[in-house]
């Protein structure tokens, strides 16, 4: 079991071009989720789908989208990068959002 | 807004003494409580979870919760170099809401 990936895991990119950030899980977990993390700032939850179909904003949704392609994998789009949009991202996944949540290995990127 | 508040730390102490981790919450609802380990660059690690009141051991980790007054801490005996991290609390509120991390307690092992 590779448990929860990400790709890729280093990603520069210019203000204003786009990318997606891909998550998968082969744990059969219903809930997946994206955070950022930046120095001081903790986790802060971006998006979480509570189960296939769904999908909720969470802390700090501005500048993204996601999609839950199916129930193993769950996207983090940046249409326009800005270079506050610079973190480290993880995505997690959980049997249910009552649950605890296992995460990625996360994806360092930055946008200059 | 829900807040889970940690002290930032560093929390400083000897190879072989007793951390302390302290973690409290603003939602008096919060159903589920949990611990997660960060070594720096790396990812969040599950090392615990709690749902009511008391005490809870692994090993050398001692998850403590007392709802009343809202407040989760974890205790670590006989610490060791290799505990040096980023301790995360993190906290389950209201059904189908997801969980709300704390900032971390950053702590220190010397030998």
């Known amino acids: 079991n590779a448990g929860v990936t990400q790709t890729p895991k280093f990603q520069v990119l210019k203000t204003g071009q786009s990318m997606t950030l891909q998550c998968a899980q082969d744990m059969n977990h219903n809930s997946m989720y994206w955070y950022r993390q930046d120095p001081g700032m903790g986790l802060r939850l971006i998006y979480y789908s509570a189960s296939e179909g769904t999908t909720d904003k969470g802390e700090v949704p501005n500048g993204y989208n996601v999609s839950r392609l199916n129930k193993r994998e769950f996207s983090l789009r940046l249409e326009s990068a800005a270079p506050s949009q610079t973190s480290v991202y993880f995505c997690a996944s959980s049997e249910a959002v009552a649950y605890e949540q296992y995460f990625g290995p996360g994806t360092r990127l930055t946008v200059t | ?111």
């Open chain 2, 1 to 111: 807004q829900k807040e889970v508040e940690q002290n930032s730390g560093p929390l400083s102490v000897p190879e072989g003494a007793i951390a302390s981790l302290n973690c409290t919450y603003s939602d008096r609802g919060s159903q589920s409580f949990f611990w997660y380990r960060q070594y720096s660059g790396k990812s969040p690690e599950l090392i615990m979870f709690i749902y009511s009141n008391g005490d809870k051991e692994d090993g050398r980790f001692t998850a403590q919760l007392n709802k009343a007054s809202q407040y989760v801490s974890l205790l670590i005996r006989d610490s060791q170099p290799s505990d040096s991290a980023t301790y995360l609390c993190a906290v389950k509120g209201q059904a189908g809401t997801a969980l709300i991390f704390g900032k971390g307690t950053t702590l220190s092992v010397s030998s």
